[in-house]
């Protein structure tokens, strides 16, 4: 009920964004937001961050771009999730028409 | 070339993941991309706290929540920049079939 403890995080409008049209995505659509993720480059970036992060090695900075890798994988996270539960109700319905 | 003055953004995290895949998205990836949107109780809030934060009178947490509404709006913005330009692509090729 409160709006005051605390500002709804990025998660929580990308969630409401996502959620709130009850339509699962096309199977088309859902393989395509699956197949989006990291790059190799960033891919190796994130291990070192993470590495370094662990023996409490960052600098601010660093920090701050771990923590954006953090968020923009939850955020693609989100997407993903209802792209795997539609991929799932799909299946579902082929099931049930055979 | 600088690794070091400033964090890359989420913004510049998730350009490189988008636009990593040369390929477009489909014409149905890229209409389920731009149908995603705030909903209406969302855009009442932003325009609430824009107003607000014109007289400057929001608190810290406020100018979160709206910083937050920026973001995934910029965010949202990546994805459907890709979408548009994929539409395009696919009206060209249809227009240069026909």
Do not use: C, W
């Not at 998660?11 to 699962?24: A, G, N, T, W, Y």
């Not at 197949?35 to 662990?54: K, M, Y």
């Not at 900075?61 to 109700?89: D, T």
């Amino acid at each position: 009920m409160s709006s005051t403890a605390e500002a709804p995080s990025e998660m929580d409008i990308l969630r409401r964004i996502v959620e709130q049209d009850q339509e699962p995505f096309s199977v088309d659509t859902a393989q395509a937001l699956l197949r989006l993720g990291f790059g190799e480059a960033d891919r190796v970036r994130i291990d070192e961050l993470a590495a370094r992060n662990r023996k409490g090695e960052l600098s601010p900075i660093e920090e701050e771009e771990l923590s954006n890798y953090v968020r923009v994988g939850q955020m693609l996270g989100i997407l993903q999730s209802k792209a795997r539960r539609s991929l799932k109700e799909a299946h579902r319905s082929k099931d049930n028409a055979g």
